[in-house]
């Protein structure tokens, strides 16, 4: 029998193991940050107006930013790290959805856009609410900080766990939409092998579905031209001229057992 300590092991792992989150899913999970902080968006609205966000480094799956305090002359550090970035490109980009119309390759801003909206990403921000206000750990507890885990769980200022990022974070996401661009070209800088080798795995599919078609079709126009010809009724050969001759001249005789007039 299992006991109940072994069990609530079990459930943490498997817990720990399937919450990997994207954009997306930290987004659903922040709607609850204002049953903490009911003003927290006018927070947020605050920060853009002291000095908003900046990019100050990109590198190969990780953007650093720095989103200025709301009330004080300093920048904190942000981080974006996008995990297993390869395979969502790669994924996407086997999607025909999202090339060009004329077919000749993948359309990097619609690629751009799905990759932000998908990709699995870690976070961090140096900011003391991120430490001390529960995000560090609600995004440990999901696979979604970036450096070092936080196993302490804030039980008294956030023992409900509402949110998962800090109003800096939650600037950085609002302004995310208007990087498609960056993202755009930071896939070109990084990540065109991926991109090149995925649509050469999609032309080649669409080369061998073509030929396999076009074999079909080239099979099916064959077996019904047989099936025409066998259905078709045979016709009788013509007699020979000379057979016709013969019988004009049997026409011309009389019968046996006649009488002549």
Same mark, same amino acid.
């Given at each position: 029998?299992? =006991?109940? =300590?072994?069990?609530?092991?079990?459930?943490?792992?498997?817990?720990?193991?399937?919450?990997?989150? @994207?954009?997306?899913?930290?987004?659903?999970?922040?709607?609850?940050?204002?049953?903490?902080?009911?003003?927290?968006?006018?927070?947020?609205? $605050?920060?853009?107006?002291?000095?908003?966000?900046?990019?100050?480094?990109?590198?190969?799956?990780?953007?650093?930013?720095?989103?200025?305090?709301?009330?004080?002359?300093?920048?904190?550090?942000?981080?974006?790290?996008?995990?297993?970035?390869?395979? @969502?490109?790669?994924?996407?980009?086997?999607?025909?959805?999202?090339?060009?119309?004329?077919?000749?390759?993948?359309?990097?801003?619609?690629?751009?856009?799905?990759?932000?909206?998908?990709?699995?990403?870690?976070?961090?921000?140096?900011?003391?609410?991120?430490?001390?206000?529960?995000?560090?750990?609600? /995004? @440990?507890?999901?696979?979604?900080?970036?450096?070092?885990?936080?196993?302490?769980?804030? #039980?008294?200022?956030?023992? $409900?766990?509402?949110?998962?990022?800090?109003?800096?974070?939650?600037?950085?996401?609002? #302004?995310?939409?208007?990087?498609?661009?960056?993202?755009?070209?930071?896939?070109?800088?990084?990540?065109?092998?991926? #991109?090149?080798?995925?649509?050469?795995?999609? /032309? =080649?599919?669409?080369?061998?579905?073509?030929?396999?078609?076009?074999?079909?079709?080239?099979?099916?126009?064959?077996?019904? $031209?047989?099936?025409?010809?066998?259905?078709?009724?045979?016709?009788?050969?013509?007699?020979?001229?000379?057979?016709?001759?013969?019988?004009?001249?049997?026409?011309?005789?009389?019968?046996? =057992?006649?009488?002549?007039?």
């Amino acid at each position: 029998m299992v =006991g109940i =300590g072994t069990e609530v092991l079990m459930y943490e792992l498997i817990n720990h193991i399937i919450t990997e989150e @994207t954009f997306s899913a930290i987004k659903n999970k922040q709607r609850s940050v204002t049953s903490l902080f009911p003003s927290f968006y006018d927070r947020v609205k $605050k920060v853009a107006g002291a000095g908003g966000v900046r990019v100050v480094d990109m590198e190969k799956g990780k953007w650093t930013f720095e989103v200025h305090s709301s009330d004080k002359p300093l920048w904190y550090q942000d981080i974006v790290e996008f995990v297993e970035i390869e395979n @969502t490109i790669r994924d996407k980009v086997l999607d025909k959805r999202i090339w060009k119309k004329d077919g000749s390759g993948v359309d990097l801003r619609y690629l751009a856009g799905e990759v932000l909206e998908e990709v699995d990403v870690k976070l961090f921000c140096s900011c003391p609410a991120f430490q001390y206000w529960g995000p560090a750990y609600i /995004l @440990t507890r999901r696979r979604a900080k970036h450096t070092n885990p936080e196993d302490r769980r804030p #039980v008294v200022r956030n023992p $409900k766990e509402y949110g998962a990022m800090c109003k800096h974070l939650q600037l950085i996401f609002d #302004v995310l939409p208007f990087y498609v661009g960056t993202m755009s070209k930071f896939i070109k800088d990084y990540y065109m092998d991926i #991109v090149a080798s995925a649509e050469k795995e999609v /032309l =080649g599919r669409d080369k061998a579905v073509k030929k396999a078609s076009s074999f079909l079709a080239k099979k099916k126009e064959e077996e019904d $031209k047989k099936r025409v010809e066998k259905e078709q009724p045979k016709l009788e050969e013509p007699e020979s001229e000379e057979e016709v001759e013969g019988e004009d001249e049997d026409e011309g005789k009389p019968q046996k =057992g006649g009488t002549n007039a």
